[in-house]
């Protein structure tokens, strides 16, 4: 009892909306929902619901940085991209026997954390901020998809797996998991579904942990003064450098089960309109937390897709037309202003006096 | 005999974003007068002289200025009617030079005249000094010296001071002092000073205001102001 | 052995020279205010000392200690911490957070919390504790900021300007924390311009002028230095709070 | 009777929708005939229709949701090869049925598509060698950097070779890029006898403009522009002048079949700003479908498949009689070389009747013997039995 | 090839590369330098300068009226959206990311509903002159002219003029300039429409060399990004510089190495300056400036 009231606490702080008894006990019964709902649904309703759900992490990642670090990356589509795409070479070139797609993923996203410690560090310690980092971030991920698209000739090949340029690359096999009695194939279905969904409270419940601990502590600090925050004795490079990989490694996961998911990644997925997706995503869902982050991507990609289906030609003119009036109309984000709404009961985070 | 009010407000309410600190302000300006504001940290000064320029609204109450009511006016017209306002906090223009900081200065008035400029540069040389260097880059009472500057250029009818002498050396505290009483007594120049530095406000002022909590709660006459003890109870609330 | 040292440190900008080789020691526990005109170079020696600029030459010792190419944080981990000039809080976290994010790794979670409501009765912010810091008056910033500062239980402690916009009754108030933080042992380093707050604090009093040490003595030698009163403080600098 | 569905996924909005807008409208043409005229086989025709906005993800959401969701009997998908590789993992998972109705870099080999677009081989080895005999042996290409282009231009290589002539230069350009200085004093240093262009896209469509105004001057060939983007009529005369298309299809064309479907098109979208070979192809599509599942007596794939396999799948389209290839499930076409004049007008100076999607089936791609899956190149082959 | 002619095509290239970065750039430059916002629309405004300069050349309108028409549609239209959106945001600068990518979906699919998916051009004017065996098309030169025409036009705007140092003011300190006497919100609009008029003005310039599509402005985008980063806050200090470094870069990568390494050669130079300069080339430029 006590162990899992102080587990819960840990969970609380002032970096996170939503606490008390009464927010958990909204969140179990959404988690059973969550659980309950393929069973009254059809294959392609969960199907697409994971496909909402494999986003989630980038975003989530994106939050961590951007909200909670306060530095805009606009690049976390490059390591979505480089561990999706390390993702397919590992497994054309090894297949999925054994479990073998499991390490392909945890490969993959260590290949994004590299990259992204490798960037990371060019960035932090060469005190690149602001509206900087975002352009170079951005800058990386149109050079790889610059050059991506160009790998279309044979002679652009890693082992077995063509790059494939432009077109993308495709016939990777989904995610497996070893199984008594046969592996067990992660199509986009119920299987696939309750995998991600594990994972996705897991990566939630472990970053609320982390925002709230003295680490998530010294982000904010950073984001709101960083000179200070040096003051206080933190190295603040090291911080964000922290909170960099961490979110890239999040990018990573969308990527590989993105990748999995439709057992294809293209170039484009490092273009231009797919980085600025991430942001609007959270933006729109109110960055600097991590619930209305996740809220608001799966509102976002939900309502964009069914204005998509049903709005015909004037779907992209309604889309902006919902952005610009929830900047204007909502300044924390939509789930912020929601949960302002809602969440009263639920002694929502104190913010002051503003 | 007294002078004709210039400034003055009647149930002044203003605040941060549906938090109330001034609590109904009844103050009077008269023409050509040098009226400081004295009170503890936090009690509301710096909202008073913000929300008398405009930069926070008035929720409720009256500002009255050259009998006409300016509570609804937006800053800067406020400002081209003659109020000028010296910030807590500086408030430099950090990416432009000490020159341009004082041509922002003049633009209510359509520019800085020449006889302008140069007097205000003889009050403070260091700005001529540095007439090129960047603001932002200049040591703290620098910069201080720069927005009392850059606000006389424009020669306004009513400045508002917000704590002048803050990060001054003390000589040039002195000088400040002479220089708004000299400006007073030349030009009529009324004066609204907000400060903790004692020596300042009794140089300087020939009435004064107690704030606490939002509120008027004494009202002190130029003799009462000699009374070195009074004035620090007051401020020690 | 001093605590902080400084030599023959310079610092230019350009073609000013803002620092001009200054020599200056600290011996543990003392409180030494350091004054001089605007643009004497007393938040450049300041920054030096923190690391925030590198000096164009010389050295700085911390406790015996080189520090002239130290990282900021890595000097703060040594036991400075300082309050700057224009206050640098956490504007948009609550006023206990700002503390917490302080203190966090200076206390033991059991205890953290009793410290943060210890050092907000202290700093007279208990209530505005969940408010948040850019929401506070000026005067309130500078003690928060202060609060900060004295909370990582620095062996120096760095003060610039901690009294500007405060209260005589507040700056009163100030000096007597110096004096009781000095109590315990605490070597305090204190850029003022209020001479009051010199003469409560100082044991020593360094003038600064054009980067150069000026001066050097006893609040009374300081104040009683003609030169020092022609540059800096003017005839009647003293009557008022002696 | 219970309607035959057919899923339509094409980009209505975003960077490709001026080629493809009428691919569409096409489709929509052809299902009004045959729902006038009985439906297939007493069936109606139900178009099921999502706007993919030039998205790759959209295709991969949509593909998805017309299989499971409207449960369509085929789809028709597609313009960018990109988004066509980006569903065809999703139609072979859920085994679906997926037409694509695209000129393009040819190479797929793939029981669950059919293909009614022109591919390289129609295209170069009738345009490379017609040019060559005309201007002169000297070969320039631009070409997209992408698959497309580069696996064009590989072909354009090969065909030059081949009779005899010489690459005297080839650039690629990425897509979206619209600034063509450079490349215009490249060409005019290798001093070609004709240049190859294979640019994709519109903003790559500047290129015409800008070489017209340094007064390049030389004789163009190119199997994508004018057929798919109509530059003839959206850039100022004489800009595209001496410009040679192979293509399948044009409004232009000038027969009684064309002429007749032309101004069908025109009937029902008076504002079409042009009816393009992708137009032509998607409609020549769904009455390729018509008559499949009326002779399978079936919507099943592999009923259809048996239909194709008897290698008689033929009808007489606007540009002429297409018929199905049984191996590659590919068209065999009409391939009009279509000249641009000074005035942008267009004359036919050479038609090919019947030119057969060959390379696939001489390279090993069988599909009523097995199904790879897979997309091929010249320099990437099927691996030999 | 002799010498002459080598040079001259070098520097057509450099002047051609060096244009189209100055002003695809500009417009975004002044935004973002001044106001500190991003603005993804750009290349909306680019495409509205196009569309109504190829309008009113098809209407009539002599081809220099119908440039600078487009220009001052663009500006007319930037102060709309900084009058209705933008000015609502300036307190939270990344918002602007969000509205002003909602405003260009709008600006491009509601320009493809009302005007249809391409529109036809005008042509290229002037005609072509010859330079040791290459022809070169004159109209490029007169972009290049343009280009350091908006240059200079906009150094003395924003240094010599009041306005300029009004809205200087007004963007570092707003409440300030506002006490000092300054219509902020006058000087906020016009601002942004002076970029809003300087992307039409791109877009009319390049109008007649280009395909005219709702999406044309994204071909404008990376290259005005690029540059302005490059060149740093200040953007009267940093843009001129910044095209000429880069115009250099694009144009060696590209000639030696074809538009590919022109690309990716541009995006690693921003990744080399911004770690080399962090403050871009106008923080260099003023480092020392006392
Ligand atoms: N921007 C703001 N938002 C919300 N509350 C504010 C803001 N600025 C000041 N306050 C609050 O309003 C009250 C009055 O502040 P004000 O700055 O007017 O005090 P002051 O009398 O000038 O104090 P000081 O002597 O410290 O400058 C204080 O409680 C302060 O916390
Ligand atoms: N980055 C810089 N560039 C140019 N000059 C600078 C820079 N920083 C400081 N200075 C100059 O150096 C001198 C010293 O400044 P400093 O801030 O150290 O003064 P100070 O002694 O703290 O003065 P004050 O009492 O006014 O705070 C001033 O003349 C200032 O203008
Ligand atoms: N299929 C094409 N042209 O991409
Ligand atoms: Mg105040
Ligand atoms: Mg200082």
């Known amino acids: 009892m006590n162990a899992t009231f102080r587990f819960f606490s840990r969970l609380e702080g002032p970096q996170t909306l939503g606490r008390g008894p009464l927010f958990w006990l909204g969140f179990l019964v959404v988690l059973a929902g969550a659980c309950a709902y393929p069973l009254f649904s059809d294959g392609y309703t969960v199907g697409n619901t994971v496909y909402f759900f494999t986003w989630v992490f980038m975003a989530l990642g994106l939050s961590l940085i951007w909200g909670y670090g306060g530095a805009l990356s606009f690049g976390q589509t490059a390591f979505f991209g480089i561990a999706g795409y390390s993702y397919g070479v590992l497994t054309i070139n090894f297949g999925a026997a054994y479990g073998f797609t499991l390490v392909a993923l945890v490969l993959a996203v260590l290949f994004a954390a590299l990259f992204a410690v490798l960037l990371g560090y060019f960035l932090y310690f060469g005190r690149i901020s602001g509206v900087f980092l975002g352009i170079v971030t951005l800058s990386v991920t149109l050079v790889l998809e610059r050059f991506m698209a160009q790998t279309a000739g044979p002679e652009w090949h890693i082992g077995k797996a063509r790059l494939n340029g432009f077109n993308g690359m495709s016939a990777m096999p989904p995610l497996t998991l070893p199984w008594p009695g046969g592996d067990l194939v992660l199509f986009p279905d119920v299987e696939l579904y309750y995998v991600v969904l594990a994972l996705m409270v897991v990566v939630y419940l472990g970053l609320r942990i982390l925002v709230n601990s003295p680490f998530g502590n010294v982000l904010v600090a950073i984001r709101e003064n960083p000179e200070r925050a040096e003051m206080l004795g933190y190295d603040i490079r090291k911080y964000q450098l922290g909170a960099f990989v961490i979110g890239a490694m999040l990018a990573g996961l969308s990527g590989v089960l993105y990748t999995s998911w439709g057992q294809y990644i293209t170039p484009s997925s490092m273009g231009m309109t797919a980085a600025a997706l991430p942001i609007v995503w959270v933006a729109v869902g109110g960055r600097s937390d991590l619930t209305t982050t996740l809220v608001g991507t799966l509102v976002v990609l939900s309502v964009f897709q069914a204005l998509t289906i049903h709005g015909s030609q004037y779907a992209l003119v309604v889309m902006g037309v919902l952005l610009v009036l929830t900047v204007l109309l909502a300044p924390q984000g939509l789930a912020f202003a929601f949960a302002r709404l809602i969440a009263r009961p639920f002694r929502s985070r104190k913010t002051g006096d503003v | 005999m007294r002078k004709e009010v210039l400034l003055s407000t009647l149930g002044l309410r203003a605040g941060y974003g549906g938090k109330p600190v001034l609590q109904g302000l009844d103050i009077e300006v008269r023409e050509s007068e040098i009226v400081a504001v004295i009170g503890r940290n936090g009690v509301g000064k710096s909202t008073l002289m913000k929300s008398l320029i405009g930069l926070i609204p008035a929720t409720q109450g009256s500002i009255v200025y050259q009998g006409k009511a300016v509570e609804r006016l937006a800053a800067h017209r406020r400002a081209r009617l003659g109020l000028g306002y010296v910030p807590q906090g500086r408030d430099v223009f950090p990416r432009l030079t000490v020159g341009e900081n004082i041509a922002v200065g003049g633009m209510r008035a359509g520019g800085v005249s020449e006889a302008d400029r140069e007097r205000v540069l003889s009050y403070f040389p260091i700005l001529r000094e540095r007439w090129n260097q960047r603001a932002g880059t200049m040591s703290g009472g620098q910069q201080q010296q720069l927005a009392i500057g850059r606000v006389l250029v424009a020669n306004p009818s009513l400045i508002l001071l917000d704590e002048p002498s803050e990060g001054i050396q003390p000589n040039i505290v002195q000088d400040i002092a002479r220089i708004m009483v000299e400006l007073n007594r030349a030009t009529g120049t009324t004066i609204v000073l907000v400060e903790q530095n004692i020596d300042m406000i009794r140089a300087m002022a020939q009435r004064c205001y107690v704030l606490d909590k939002g509120r008027i709660v004494a009202e002190l006459e130029r003799d009462a102001l000699a009374d070195g003890e009074a004035m620090r109870r007051h401020l020690a609330v | 052995m001093a605590i902080l040292e400084t030599r023959a440190l310079n610092k230019r900008f350009g073609g000013l020279h803002v620092t001009n080789n200054v020599d200056l020691a600290l011996e543990p526990g003392e409180v030494h205010c350091l004054i001089g005109p605007n643009g004497a170079g007393k938040s450049t020696l300041f920054r030096l000392v923190l690391g925030e600029h590198l000096p164009s030459s010389g050295q700085i010792l911390f406790d015996g200690e080189d520090i002239t190419a130290f990282k900021p944080f890595q000097r703060i981990r040594r036991g400075m911490s300082v309050k700057f000039q224009v206050p640098g809080i956490f504007k948009a976290l609550s006023v206990r957070q700002n503390l917490e994010i302080a203190m966090q790794h200076h206390y033991e979670p059991a205890h953290l919390v009793a410290e943060i409501g210890r050092l907000l009765d202290f700093l007279k912010l208990a209530p505005d504790a969940d408010r948040l810091a850019g929401n506070l008056s000026h005067g309130q910033k500078q003690w928060l900021e202060i609060g900060m500062a004295v909370s990582l239980k620095p062996k120096l402690l760095l003060l610039d300007e901690p009294t500007a916009g405060m209260s005589p009754e507040e700056t009163h108030a100030t000096g007597e924390m110096v004096q009781r933080l000095n109590a315990d042992g605490m070597t305090v380093l204190a850029v003022e311009h209020d001479m009051a707050f010199v003469r409560q604090v100082a044991q020593k009093v360094t003038v600064l002028h054009l980067g150069q040490v000026f001066a050097q003595g006893t609040v009374d030698e300081i104040v009683a230095d003609e030169r020092v009163a022609a540059i800096y403080l003017g005839q009647v600098a003293e009557t008022a709070h002696a | ?385 | 090839m002799d010498v002459g002619t080598l040079a001259f095509s070098a520097l057509y290239q450099f002047g051609d590369a060096f244009a189209f970065l100055v002003l695809s750039a500009c417009g975004l430059a002044v935004i973002f330098g001044m106001m500190g916002v991003i603005n993804l629309a750009h290349g909306e405004f680019i495409m509205c300068g196009a569309y109504v300069t190829v309008s009113a050349a098809h209407a009539g309108l002599p081809l220099p009226l119908a440039i600078l028409l487009g220009a001052l549609v663009a500006a007319l239209v930037g102060a709309l959206v900084e009058i209705v959106v933008i000015r609502h945001l300036y307190e939270r600068p990344l918002d602007t990311i969000v509205a002003t990518w909602g405003l260009s979906l709008i600006a491009t699919q509601g320009t493809l509903i009302l005007l249809g998916s391409t529109m036809a051009g005008v042509g290229t004017p002037f005609g072509s002159f010859q330079v040791g065996g290459y022809s070169y098309s004159l109209y490029r030169v007169v972009l290049f002219v343009a280009a350091l025409v908006v240059l200079a036009a906009l150094y003395a705007l924003f240094n010599w003029t009041r306005f300029g140092v009004m809205a200087r003011a007004t963007i570092q300190v707003p409440h300030m300039a506002a006490a000092l006497g300054v219509d902020t919100r006058r000087v906020y609009t016009l601002t942004f429409a002076l970029g809003a008029g300087l992307a039409g003005l791109a877009g009319g310039l390049y109008a007649p060399t280009m395909t005219l599509v709702p999406t044309m402005g994204t071909t404008f985008i990376m290259e005005a990004f690029v540059t302005v980063v490059v060149g740093g806050a200040d953007v009267f200090l940093g843009t001129a510089p910044a095209a000429a470094v880069l115009a250099v870069v694009k144009a060696t990568m590209t000639s030696l190495y074809g538009q590919l390494f022109g690309q990716i050669g541009l995006l690693l130079a921003v990744i080399i300056v911004i770690r080399v300069l962090p403050r871009g080339l106008s923080g260099f430029l003023l480092r020392e400036r006392a």
């Open chain 4, 1 to 385: 009777a219970d309607p035959i569905k057919l899923g339509v996924l094409e980009d209505q909005s975003g960077d490709f929708a001026a080629a493809t807008i009428g691919k569409v409208h096409a489709i929509q043409l052809a299902a009004e005939e045959i729902n006038k005229a009985g439906g297939i086989d007493g069936r109606p025709l139900e178009l099921v229709i999502y706007d993919t906005q030039s998205d790759n993800t959209r295709y991969q959401e949509f593909m998805r949701r017309v299989l499971q969701r409207d449960k369509v009997d085929a789809v028709f998908a597609g313009f960018s090869s990109a988004s066509r590789e980006a569903y065809r993992p999703i139609v072979d998972q859920l085994d679906g049925f997926a037409f694509y109705n695209n000129q393009y870099e040819g190479g797929v080999c793939d029981a669950h598509m059919i293909v009614t677009g022109a591919v390289p081989e129609q295209q170069f080895s009738t345009l490379i060698p017609w040019m060559m005999e005309k201007y002169g042996k000297k070969v320039y290409t631009l070409a997209a950097d992408y698959n497309f282009g580069q696996i064009s231009a590989e072909w354009v290589r090969n065909i030059v070779k081949e009779h005899g002539g010489e690459m005297v230069g080839e650039d690629f350009i990425p897509l979206g890029v619209s600034q063509f200085s450079q490349n215009i004093q490249n060409i005019q240093k290798a001093k070609p006898d004709f240049v190859v262009t294979l640019l994709v896209g519109t903003a790559q469509a500047s290129y015409y403009e800008q070489a017209a105004a340094a007064n390049v001057g030389l004789p163009m060939a190119s199997s994508v522009n004018v057929g798919q983007g109509y530059e003839h009529k959206r850039f100022k005369p004489p800009s595209l002048k001496d410009m040679y298309v192979t293509t399948n299809y044009i409004e232009e064309v000038d027969s009684p079949q064309s002429k007749a479907f032309y101004d069908k098109f025109k009937a029902k979208f008076p504002n079409e700003p042009y009816v393009n070979q992708e137009a032509e192809n998607s409609y020549l599509a769904v009455y390729l479908y018509k008559q499949m599942v009326e002779r399978a007596k079936s919507t099943k794939r592999e009923d259809i498949r048996k239909v194709i396999a008897q290698g008689d799948v033929c009808m007489d389209a606007p540009e002429g009689k297409v018929c199905i290839d049984p191996k590659s499930q590919h068209m065999s076409h009409t391939i009009y070389l279509a000249h641009v004049n000074a005035d942008h007008s267009i004359d036919f100076p050479k038609v090919w009747q019947d030119i057969k999607p060959y390379w696939l089936g001489e390279a090993g791609c069988d599909l009523t013997k097995s199904n790879p899956n897979a997309q091929y190149t010249p320099s990437n082959p099927p691996p030999k039995p």
